[in-house]
């Protein structure tokens, strides 16, 4: 049995800690089980504040699990998309959790500045007469990878995940501060059909020059290069340059990976994918799925040169 050294190396610092998780071979077969409302003894917990409330509740793992792949992925995606998600979750919050980070008493928020989370009434409410359903789908997922995370070296990824890609991921490096070696680009051809893959922004010339400070220009003076995941690296307007990053979230754009036509005084943005498109494309994973791939398949796509492995407190 080998000790794994948990070391965070997030987006943009490093923390080293002392060894808290013991990994084991992942089991091949896992005998559903329900997932417990309540934790039993020795049970990993996840401290969530809650939006709703302003209250942190303890929630046993695999149930905040459940929660966050109910949330984060539509539930009619293929059951091994779905596992998918659930592994990608369970690392994520392992790994945030042996950071010791914590946010007003909580392990991690219930939005999309962690994982979002939804409790049993919630979901309720969202999937009314189906929840029952959709419950069980989402609890096969979880259990069927129960206690698994997603490693490199014998320590817990940086799990990203997002919606769509262009057809592409994208390498950390290019959208982030830091290169995390099993975050690479690769082809990601299923996305193209998902509906969140299109969709256009358009904006007046006043609103462009106040949202990035830009004295008058046209659609000619605008200079685009690219990442090898095909977004935008630099956009620059005469002697101002920014990143893709930047004009995606200076003027609210679903990806990095936009074109820009002008019509009279509009600028129309037109972006392919949905999200940062670093790590594991949702949709993709659901593509990969329908033609018959394992979520062990999925994970070896998109995460580079990882393992699954068992994790249990030592």
């Avoid at 071979?25 to 409330?53: N, Y």
């Avoid at 995606?248 to 820009?260: A, H, N, Q, T, V």
Wanted: charged residues 30%; glycine residues 6%.
């Amino acid at each position: 049995m080998k000790r794994v050294i948990l070391s965070v190396f997030g987006l943009y610092v490093v923390l080293l800690l002392i060894p808290t998780l013991v990994v084991l071979p992942a089991a091949d077969q896992k005998e559903a089980q329900p997932v417990s409302s309540e934790a039993e003894e020795g049970e990993e917990t996840v401290r969530v504040l809650r939006s709703d409330t302003d209250k942190v509740e303890e929630i046993p793992l695999e149930e905040y699990v459940t929660g966050v792949v109910a949330s984060e992925m539509p539930v009619t995606f293929e059951m091994e998309a779905l596992k998918a998600q659930a592994l990608a979750a369970r690392t994520y919050i392992m790994k945030h959790k042996a950071s010791g980070s914590t946010f007003e008493g909580a392990d991690v928020t219930d939005t999309v500045q962690h994982q979002v989370y939804k409790d049993e009434q919630q979901l309720r409410e969202i999937w009314k007469d189906d929840y029952e359903e959709n419950r069980a789908k989402v609890e096969e997922a979880v259990q069927a990878t129960k206690g698994e995370i997603i490693t490199y070296k014998e320590e817990p990824i940086t799990a990203a995940f997002f919606s769509t890609s262009n057809g592409y991921t994208e390498n950390s490096g290019d959208y982030w501060e830091h290169d995390i070696p099993y975050l690479k680009s690769v082809i990601s051809p299923w996305d193209k059909d998902a509906p969140t893959y299109l969709d256009q922004v358009t904006l007046t010339q006043s609103e462009l020059m106040e949202k990035l400070t830009l004295p008058t220009f046209s659609a000619s003076d605008i200079e685009l290069s690219r990442t090898e995941g095909e977004r935008v690296e630099t956009m620059t307007i005469g002697e101002k340059t920014f990143t893709g990053r930047d004009i995606r979230e200076k003027l609210g754009l679903k990806s990095s990976d936009f074109s820009i036509e002008q019509k009279g005084d509009h600028f129309i943005f037109t972006t392919r994918g949905f999200g940062h498109g670093v790590g594991m494309s949702q949709y993709g994973a659901n593509g990969l799925a329908s033609e018959g791939k394992s979520y062990k398949d999925i994970i070896a796509h998109y995460y580079s040169e990882t393992k699954i492995e068992e994790i249990s407190s030592s």
